[in-house]
């Protein structure tokens, strides 16, 4: 096994977790850096677990998926679960499927017949410290490991049943890919216009964020009849929806303004291949008054929730102030 994927597995088993020794660590509640802590050591279980997997496959899931990250669509699982009444750990294989699915878009997203990226948090792109067939293998593993543990783990069985689908909604043509796709297509049409943008990320990188919180409700609520908990899960998609909205707007900055040791991958690169952002379109003036709209909304939705919906105004607002 690779040096770096052993230590990475070994270090997950720590109390410390991965994100903290990278430097990742930021002003968040204990609680937070716990959830985080306790997702990465699920991770490495789940991989040791995965079964009779060619080494060089499991070493290259290891190296991308266990590489210090924010682990941030996990976090809003788990804080959505909290945020409706329920156990963070009940809805722990649904917030490490989220992870899987997450790495698998990035180590695809950073082949050469995308956008061609040789870092990815810290560390060279998966195809670039193994091989793209190896990249590539490493991204169907991880998709469909991450379906594998929500049907066999999260219980009970009729809501691993709907977060399937939902999930596979999410992250599907329709969804994810169906985002990256049009992404990929536009930046070779010579005018766009904001309800394209906002269609592309809506799905790209929103549909993520979305179910995330969705489905983390979920696992808190699905005891609840439909109608009790369909107020609940409509904020928690308004809050998420303009989550993902900002998320993407400070993305977009940072390519602009980041710095690329912060940030752990390559900055400065959309404006170059001609990728359809939101300061190249609006100006960056208009841009950061989009994201504290979106931040606003957001807040607003999370406090549809009680004081409970508090831990997720204080996310939404660190992502609006995040440099990484």
């Known amino acids: 096994m690779d040096n770096r994927c052993s230590s990475l597995s070994l270090t997950n088993k720590a109390e410390t977790s991965l994100w903290e020794i990278a430097g990742l660590k930021t002003a968040w509640?204990?609680?937070w850096h716990e959830l985080v802590r306790l997702v990465e050591q699920r991770l490495s279980a789940?991989?040791?677990?995965a079964g009779d997997y060619p080494s060089r496959l499991r070493d290259g899931m290891a190296y991308s998926l266990l590489a210090p990250a924010k682990r941030l669509r996990p976090l809003l699982c788990l804080l959505s679960c909290e945020a409706c009444g329920g156990q963070a750990m009940a809805a722990m294989p649904l917030a490490c499927a989220l992870e899987m699915i997450h790495t698998y878009s990035l180590v695809h997203d950073d082949l050469p017949g995308?956008?061609?990226d040789d870092l990815r948090r810290g560390l060279p792109s998966c195809h670039k410290q193994f091989d793209e067939a190896t990249a590539i293998l490493v991204g169907d593993a991880l998709l469909t490991l991450a379906f594998q543990l929500?049907?066999?783990?999260?219980?009970?069985?009729?809501?691993?049943?709907?977060?399937?689908?939902?999930?596979?909604?999410a992250v599907g043509g329709a969804g994810m890919v169906g985002g990256q796709m049009d992404d990929l297509l536009f930046e070779k049409l010579p005018a766009a216009t904001l309800t394209d943008l906002e269609s592309i990320h809506s799905r790209k990188t929103g549909a993520l964020f979305r179910v995330s919180?969705?489905?983390?409700?979920l696992c808190?609520?699905?005891?609840?009849?439909?109608a009790e908990r369909k107020e609940i899960l409509e904020a928690l998609k308004t809050y998420a929806d303009a989550f993902g909205l900002g998320f993407q707007i400070v993305d977009d900055l940072l390519d602009v303004y980041g710095k690329q040791e912060l940030m752990?991958?390559?900055v400065q690169k959309d404006?170059?291949?001609?990728k359809l952002t939101y300061p190249g379109l609006l100006g960056v003036t208009a841009t950061r008054e989009r994201l504290q709209l979106a931040v606003d909304k957001a807040k607003l939705a999370a406090g549809r929730l009680g004081d409970s919906g508090t831990p997720l105004q204080m996310l939404v607002q660190w992502m609006a102030e995040r440099e990484k």
Do not use: F, I, W
């Open 46 to 49: 789940y991989l040791e677990q």
């Open 271 to 274: 404006a170059s291949r001609g």
């Open 220 to 226: 808190a609520l699905h005891h609840q009849s439909e």
């Open 114 to 116: 995308m956008d061609n």
């Open 264 to 266: 752990g991958k390559s």
């Open 213 to 217: 919180a969705q489905m983390g409700g």
């Open 29 to 31: 509640p204990d609680h």
């Open 150 to 169: 929500v049907a066999s783990d999260l219980q009970p069985a009729p809501l691993a049943q709907q977060v399937t689908q939902q999930l596979a909604l």
